[in-house]
């Protein structure tokens, strides 16, 4: 019979952890979507994400030095080639980056080839550009594949793109620190004027939402990862906010506040490491004759 997983076991005097990270899209992931020649070529966008670059992640950096919280910037290649001043500027106001693809590129959309040269592509721009290789990955829309699995576990990395539990753990032998759509700004706030976009949530209902998850999470000894985006959260309703939220973590004295590389690092070295190990088989199709079908 499966039995449910113990109580994680966080650092001592800690009952919980919280850690803040931010996706540095920029315009990647519409250039993704631009890539074929019959793309349309608009300008609404492009210019709704380079606000995070202008204004929105400083925005950021600034709000998060006001509460002494450091955060993980996850950056895609093409990004930090275009902009080659973040990277070391998060690294001077004492932040962690990690990596999120070369052009924000989708699993469903590439090949295991393309995959890993991507990978090794965007480590040589981060060691070029911060004197050192990265420690983390995050993928983009937060899918993986077995490959790539195995490809982080051959470069050492972290990773921090799945859901299967509200604690680190451990997929295929690379240690994970997972996410959750819920605490996704953009799954609450994304609005584009495209086709399926919805009114965005009111920032006061967002609010509402991330303490109830994370008073849930100090509740039951998890783990809160909240994930921005500059060009998202950057405005100034989001970012206030945020603002409430960051005042009502930091001020519980048992909350770990740390970077995904710190928990990451703490897993792999404590007692928790193998005692909760997740693998990477996927289940074949299913057979639908069984169903009478076929």
């Not at 890993?116 to 899918?143: D, M």
């Not at 008073?215 to 959260?233: A, F, I, K, N």
């Amino acid at each position: 019979m499966v039995q449910p997983w113990p109580r994680y076991q966080w650092p001592e005097g800690k009952r919980s952890a919280f850690c803040f990270s931010v996706d540095v899209d920029e315009d990647a992931p519409y250039l993704w979507t631009q890539r074929g020649v019959d793309a349309p070529r608009t300008l609404g966008q492009l210019e709704q994400r380079h606000f995070g670059q202008r204004l929105g992640i400083w925005r950021i950096l600034d709000l998060l030095d006001r509460f002494g919280v450091k955060g993980s910037f996850f950056v895609p290649g093409a990004v930090a080639v275009a902009n080659p001043e973040i990277l070391p500027a998060f690294l001077e106001r004492g932040h962690e980056v990690g990596l999120h693809g070369y052009f924000h590129e989708l699993v469903a959309d590439s090949s295991d080839t393309e995959f890993t040269a991507a990978l090794e592509a965007s480590i040589e721009v981060f060691r070029g550009q911060t004197g050192t290789a990265p420690k983390g990955f995050r993928s983009p829309a937060w899918e993986m594949t077995p490959h790539m699995v195995r490809e982080l576990r051959r470069h050492g990395l972290w990773d921090s793109s799945l859901m299967g539990a509200d604690h680190p753990y451990e997929v295929g032998g690379v240690v994970e620190v997972p996410v959750q759509w819920a605490t996704d700004d953009a799954i609450h706030y994304k609005f584009s004027g495209t086709a399926g976009d919805r009114t965005p949530a009111s920032p006061l209902a967002v609010l509402e939402s991330w303490r109830e998850e994370w008073e849930g999470q100090h509740q039951y000894g998890g783990l809160l990862m909240l994930t921005v985006h500059d060009w998202v959260s950057g405005r100034v309703q989001r970012l206030r906010i945020l603002e409430k939220l960051l005042a009502q973590v930091t001020a519980e004295p048992t909350a770990w506040v740390a970077t995904v590389g710190e928990v990451a690092a703490y897993h792999a070295a404590s007692a928790n490491a193998g005692r909760f190990v997740a693998g990477t088989a996927i289940p074949g199709p299913v057979e639908l004759r069984r169903f009478g079908r076929g």
